[in-house]
């Protein structure tokens, strides 16, 4: 399964980029931040975000998720992080992560898997 390639951007932070026609969709990062790790965005799926967390934790434990914005292929990944980790959003990400995320994945478990490519 295609899901994204780990590039190193600069001395300890990390890109992962979305390979295509893989289950990563949207970019994510992480930063090496001396003894734990920052996430920065998830992944639309928990395949590729549970192959990000486990290239972060490398350099430590996920300590904090930070979502950018609310889309999808930003934050449906989260879930695979430990539920002590920190995750940060704006308020308005926040809130629009409320109205928006519940009902849409509702809606993508309610179509028959054949229509999705």
Known sequence: MRTAKIERVHEGVYAAIAEGDGVAVGNAGFVDLGGETLVFDTHVSLAAARELRAAAERFGPVRTVVLSH????????AGAFDA??????TAGT?????QRTGPRIEAMK????EEFD
């Open 84 to 89: 002590d980790a920190n995750v940060v959003a």
């Open 70 to 77: 609310w889309h999808g292929d930003h934050v449906y990944g």
């Open 94 to 98: 926040a809130e629009l992560m409320r």
């Open 110 to 113: 309610a179509r028959p898997l």
